[in-house]
């Protein structure tokens, strides 16, 4: 179950927004890391962080044996 939320946040991102050239205004670089050890970078726009942020906040409400986090850096 847990790497199915994993796939679904993950696919989420990348349906939203592919990983967009980083001179763009208001991009943001984030890191998804989980304690099974998945990580995932990518730099990502304000609906696409807003998406993500959502995700990892359902795993967080409505846990399933996984824990992720996500940092995030805004792009200059």
């Known amino acids: 179950m847990r790497r199915i939320l994993l796939a679904l946040a993950i696919s989420a ?5 592919a990983v967009l050239p980083a001179s763009a205004i208001g991009l ?3 890191t998804l890391n989980c304690d099974d050890g998945t990580s995932w970078t990518a730099v990502v726009d ?3 962080l807003a998406g993500l942020v959502a995700s990892v906040q359902g795993m967080v409400d409505y846990p399933a044996g996984l824990t992720c986090t996500l940092i995030q850096a805004p792009q200059q």
């Open 46 to 48: 304000p609906n696409t």
């Open 28 to 30: 943001t670089q984030v």
């Open 13 to 17: 991102g990348l349906a939203i927004g």
